[in-house]
């Protein structure tokens, strides 16, 4: 990450025709929001001075408590390469402080920020978070609406003609490294018209505040290409849905603490408590890393997205993989999260359950190295597989019931969160779909 001054920032702006800064920042469901201004007001931002009204923004405030300040962090500063050459657009992500000059609880980034001070405190020094989020493409109407026609019927990692989005990939690839995203790889999912952009890790506030800026810029340039892309965890019926794979490692001092040669699969006693803490909350944390009525939509067999609480070195189906590089790469990988999630708040209750393991040096179950999907109800009881919750509702539930991933949202974000996610599954339960029509006008 760039490490800037103030006076690095006033530079810069200057040299490159900077007219216009963004105040970025993530409501409790993972939306970004901004405050744009002229640069003329940069001064009053960097002075932490900039006011914005929280009770209109989703699980701030009530309007009694409306007035919040933007703390803007000058390592995220970046600016926009699509913007106009008359006056480019910048950007920084921000905290959210209250008036009297404390962190405000229901900031997802500031709450991140929390949780990583209880790693530190059992000597850990870094987490560090690699993504992988997917996507789909889907092409626009002549009104610039989103349709449900595909741009492309490509497969897993093919190339055109086939795979019509590589242009617009690759675009957005370019504008990503632009920005200082170090791309690690570019390729067509297994769906039609879904792809997979990966960036270099980082520790987990900046890879968050990555995860964040990479939606903004494939939203942007998608639009370009006549496109609209969605991180809607399952917009399709009959293909897989769109996940977020997080791959999790800790460090301390600069070596990684989830390797150790001498260890079962080489990992460290460290990483197996780990492991365990995920596995142990796995089915609680769900309604965090898989926020939405869709997303359990993707939480079911055949479409590879993991359904079932295990953990395994070499095959595709439990919720924990471990890829095979060691030494410095070790580290798991988590594969339920969707790109629906709000990312801050996705890696709290993902480090919180694990640091929950290694605290209390839980020791996780064999690895299951068979296809988990064919195997019976009776053989997954045997061997100690849980399911994920099925809906939001069940989710939501089980949510409420365990105090390590409560305390990891902390009081204000996790009553707005359950109260928001609450009215989402009412009103799908009340709401009339199609398919009840198909099923049941005739019929009855």
């Known amino acids: 990450m760039a490490k800037y001054t103030k006076e690095d920032i006033f530079r810069i702006v200057k040299e490159e025709n900077v007219k216009y800064i963004r105040l970025q920042f993530t409501d409790i469901l993972g939306t970004i ?35 919040m300040y933007l703390y803007p962090d000058l390592d995220t500063f970046v600016i926009f390469p699509w ?26 980034r500031y709450n991140l920020k929390r949780v990583l001070k209880q790693m530190e405190e059992l000597g850990f020094t870094e987490f560090n978070l690699g993504p992988e989020p997917e996507f789909f493409l889907f092409k626009l109407d002549e009104k ?28 957005i690839v370019l504008e990503l490294e632009e920005m200082g995203f170090e791309i690690e790889a570019s390729h067509h999912e297994v769906a039609p018209g879904q792809h997979e952009i990966d960036f270099k890790y980082a520790n987990a506030v900046k890879a968050c505040d990555d995860i964040q800026t990479f939606k903004l810029v494939v939203k942007t340039v998608a639009r370009k290409h006549g496109l ?11 293909v897989n849905g769109s996940g977020m794979h997080c791959n999790l490692s800790l460090f301390k001092n600069g070596e990684n603490a989830f390797f150790d040669p001498n260890g079962q699969l080489q990992l460290s006693e460290t990483a197996l408590q780990f492991i365990a803490g ?68 996705a890696m709290a ?3 919180a359950a694990g640091l929950d393991g290694i605290k209390n040096k839980l020791t996780p179950p064999a690895p299951v190295d068979r296809n988990i ?56 339960r009340t709401a009339v779909h199609p398919w009840e029509r198909e099923q049941y006008m005739s019929l009855y």
């Open 349 to 351: 209750v993902l480090l």
């Open 33 to 67: 929001k901004n405050v744009e201004i002229p640069v003329s007001q940069l001064q009053k931002a960097l002075d932490n001075k900039m006011m914005f009204d929280g009770s209109s923004i989703e699980g701030f405030v009530r309007i009694e408590e409306s007035d």
């Open 278 to 345: 995920v596995l142990k909350h796995a089915p609680n944390f769900t309604a965090v890393t898989n926020p939405t009525v869709n997303s359990y939509k993707r939480l079911v067999p055949g479409y590879e997205a993991p359904c079932y609480v295990a953990w395994s070195a070499r095959n595709r189906s439990p919720l924990i993989r471990i890829p095979a590089s060691r030494g410095m790469s070790t580290r798991i990988e988590v594969r339920s999260v969707d790109p629906a999630a709000n990312p801050y708040l």
């Open 83 to 108: 913007t106009a050459e008359k006056g480019k657009v910048a950007r920084f992500i921000c905290d959210i402080y209250n008036p009297d000059g404390t962190p405000f609880e229901g900031c997802p």
């Open 228 to 238: 609209h892309a969605t991180f809607m965890p399952k917009p399709l019926f009959g």
């Open 373 to 428: 999907y064919v195997m019976t109800k009776e053989e997954r009881l045997e061997e100690g597989i849980v399911d994920l919750p099925a809906t939001l509702a069940e989710a939501l539930e089980n949510l409420k019931s365990d105090e390590v991933i409560v305390n990891a949202l902390g009081k204000h974000l996790f009553e707005h969160f359950v109260e928001a996610k609450e009215i989402e599954w009412d009103m799908f």
């Open 144 to 171: 610039g609406e989103p349709t449900l026609e595909l741009n492309d019927n490509g497969g897993y990692f093919d190339l055109a003609p086939t795979d019509l989005g590589e242009n617009c990939r690759r675009d």
